[in-house]
């Protein structure tokens, strides 16, 4: 999938999670994408988190990614 495309999907997830009451959104927004994200979606994002080129990632998404899981 490309780049842009994975860094709107999860910011979306990110937005939505932003207006939820707690203190707990960025497991949420992690919750989501481990939930219903293919694998190699997840792998994708991670990478790009990791290698630096996910620059168009909102704070919350970029929180979160300390919780998603990569795939086994």
């Not at 481990?34 to 909102?58: C, H, I, K, T, Y």
């Amino acid at each position: 999938m490309s780049p842009d495309k994975l860094i709107y999907m999860a910011n979306q997830i990110a937005t939505f999670f932003e207006t939820q009451p707690g203190s707990d959104q960025a497991e949420h927004v992690a919750d989501h994408l481990n939930d219903f994200w293919e694998p190699r979606m997840r792998v994708q994002l991670l990478a790009m988190v990791a290698s630096g080129e996910a620059e168009g990632l909102r704070p919350l998404a970029r929180a979160a990614m300390a919780h998603v899981r990569a795939p086994a």
